[in-house]
């Protein structure tokens, strides 16, 4: 399982998807300017970035399944 190149690549995906929800709840914490400007740029990439891990987990079972 963890032999497979795809269990790395989901795995850079869900550190991805931790840093920019990191990113984003400082930025609504902190408040101010960087939050007005930035805030909803980075829920967006957010939802992307977790779209594309869920997309990669969904391949990493259905290979597996195979």
Do not use: C, E
């Amino acid at each position: 399982m963890t032999d497979s190149p795809l269990f790395y690549v989901i795995a850079l995906a869900i550190l991805a998807v931790l840093a920019i929800l990191a990113t984003g709840i400082g930025g609504f914490a902190k408040g101010g300017d960087w939050n007005r400007k930035h805030g909803n740029r980075m829920m967006r990439w957010r939802i992307i970035a977790q779209a594309v891990a869920v997309a990669l987990i969904m391949l990493f079972v259905w290979l597996g399944g195979r």
